[in-house]
């Protein structure tokens, strides 16, 4: 109740909801939102929600519980080219809430630049993959493509939606049966590193 109580007015994106190129584990429905934030005077936070598909299933505790410690780790990043999450929420195991705060920049997709700038940015991926290979336990993105990058007024590159292998991976499912509870894993995001189709 005191995170329904923070986030308010929650609405969703009215775009066809997506993750990009990145694959998202069977078994789960993913929607964009955005809400307003009381305890940040108001301001207009992102939301991506992920639900189990199926109404009688839920999420293990025990997984429910790594992908908390992870979602603390990301709480904590502190790097100028990676997105960085400021909350997240389990509701009723069978739902998980990300919040982040909204970035202002152009999509990397729409902008032209020079030689000079590509470079730079190349080295920014760089330090931002390294940034993430050092977090415990590591981070290993999904297959880096335009549309995971903002670029800001400084020219500095952003990384968006690289989370979700991160967090998901490790999420366990419990089915409820008539005679028996199963546990099963969700298939596996993508969470191969690649820079394949980056440019």
Sequence with gaps: ????????????VKAAPKMGSLSLPGGLIFMRAVAFDQWQAGKLVNLKLFEIADSKARFDPESLSMVARRARVLQQIDHPGVSKLVDFHAFEEHSLYLVENPIEGKKLATVTTNLETAIEWSIQICNTLIYLQGLIPPLIPPPLQQENFLVLPDNQLVLTDYEVPYLLTPLMVIEDGQESVNIEKLSAPHNRFGMENLF
């Design 1 to 12: 109740s005191v995170w329904s109580d923070r986030y308010v007015n929650i609405q969703s």
